[in-house]
């Protein structure tokens, strides 16, 4: 019986002494010898088992750790995970310094693991040494110099910097009014991109529009005024659509030309019977607009289709896709407008004058 006691007192020992070794604390210091004044840290190391509770001593700044040594920081506690985060290893720095010259014993760091206390194995030493000072010339020795304060900040310079912007944001603005105005310029622009279409196309597209229109219930023969105005209308729109095309597609300006003119300058280009029939429908136009020439529906359907027939003939289809046209409008400034900028640039005058005193103040101050 006194053996099986024994031998469950000796495993009861054995695992306190497993569980002891379980955490280990360690300290180490920087420097062991400073001169007053100077600092240097103490490290504390904790090594425990994953999940266990430990609670490393904290000190408030500038409190002493024991007589002569001050505690100026106490650094937060860094964790290092081992054996696949079985173990962990805590770490923190206590930043320490002295004022008073002495070999200082620092007694070993205690910790508390899962409520038990642990302490380290080995104590530390710190010498704080003093400077050596030649009494026999007082001349050498000099009081602390007193606080010496900066010319200025970079915070004192953020606004004047600010408004310094904005001043020459509003002096670019003013200049730009005022030269606009001298110069009787127009103030605003807007652009439009207007995408440009192929001659024929446009032609056809102008044709469509007008057939659409024509195709309205008429009668045989235009036997009132407003028959011959419509009449009119449908022959003045078919043969701008035509000298329209001749002019972007053969280059020359046949919007400003005779019937005679166009047909001679289309000569060498085209076949005889295409200009028959190009000469037919212009001068029927010119009969119906300067003559009140009266005509049939069949006739205006006849050079409704020779149009349609001459564009179809000489019409480019390998013509590359041009570029948009842009174009350019402009609104003009009215007086009530130019008055208006009148006012804006004597504004923007004071308060570029504001701006630039308020500047200059702050500058003539920061730099005195």
Known sequence: MTNRLRGICAIIV????????????????????????????????????????????????WQELLPGIEVAKTG??????LNDRKRMLLTRLYTVTSF???????????????????????????KVMTMEIDTTNVD???????????PYEADEWKLPMRYAFLLAVLALLLVYVVVSLKDNKPIIR??????RIAPHKLAMQKIEQLKVERNRTQPEHATTAADAVATKDYY?????????YINERYGFN?????????????RSLNSEEALNELRELF???????????????????????????????TKQDDVPEQAPQEVTVVEQGSPTMRTTLTIVAAVLSVAAIALIGYVGYRLVFLLM
């Open 190 to 195: 807007r652009l439009r991109l207007k995408a």
């Open 100 to 126: 008073d010259s002495a070999l200082y014993y620092i007694p070993p760091f205690s910790v508390t693991v899962d409520g038990e206390a642990f302490t380290a194995e080995q104590p530390l030493a710190l």
């Open 76 to 81: 937060d506690c860094d964790t290092t995970w």
């Open 254 to 266: 046949a919007t400003e030309m005779t019937t005679q003119e166009i047909i001679a300058n289309l």
């Open 283 to 313: 001068e029927t136009a010119d009969l119906v607009k300067f003559a009140k020439y009266s005509t049939e529906m069949t006739e205006d359907d006849r050079n409704l289709v020779n149009a349609i027939a001459f564009i179809n003939s």
């Open 14 to 61: 054995m695992c306190a002494t497993c569980a002891h070794a379980q955490v280990t604390v360690n300290t180490k210091i920087d420097h062991t010898q400073i001169l007053i004044g100077q600092q240097t840290n103490i490290t504390l190391e904790v090594s425990a088992d994953c999940g266990q509770s430990v609670e490393m001593p904290t000190y408030e700044p």
């Open 236 to 244: 003045t729109q078919l043969t701008d659509a035509l000298r329209q």
């Open 140 to 150: 050498a020795i000099f009081p602390l110099k007193g606080t010496m304060d900066l």
